[in-house]
């Protein structure tokens, strides 16, 4: 098993910064895909970034490019979501999420998630 906590969440205007969490716990992490995901009112969950816990195969959805960067702390099982220049269509519950087959990260199938964390950016 797999724990995810998710924090950092909050309401932001736009053009500004959010940084989110994700703190991991129970099994060795070493193998693990991690994935941001995030769900807005209505709309599907998409992915948003990714990356690999050794730090390699890190990837983005084409609208978050440029804005969001995503790193980890293997040190203390943390994943980080640094988000900035953010847009009121970037408003959704961010999840994290962790899965050992390489070959899900970019959809919604990864065996562990979050509870989520809530981003408002205000226009």
């Known amino acids: 098993q797999v724990q995810l906590v998710e924090s950092g969440g909050g309401l932001v205007q736009a053009g500004g910064s959010l940084r989110l969490s994700c703190e991991a716990s129970g099994r060795t992490l070493s193998s693990y895909y991690m994935g941001w995901f995030r769900q807005a009112p209505g709309k599907d969950r998409e992915f948003v970034a990714g990356?690999?816990?050794?730090?390699?195969?890190?990837a983005y959805v084409a609208s978050v490019k440029g804005r969001f960067t995503i790193s980890r702390d293997s040190t203390k099982n943390m994943v980080y979501l640094q988000m900035d220049s953010l847009k009121p269509e970037d408003t959704a519950v961010y999840y994290c999420?962790?899965?050992?087959?390489?070959?899900?990260?970019?959809?919604?199938?990864?065996?562990?998630w979050g509870q989520g964390t809530q981003v408002t950016v205000s226009s």
């Open positions: 990356i690999h816990w050794s730090g390699g195969n890190i």
């Open positions: 999420a962790a899965d050992q087959r390489f070959s899900v990260r970019f959809t919604p199938n990864y065996d562990y």
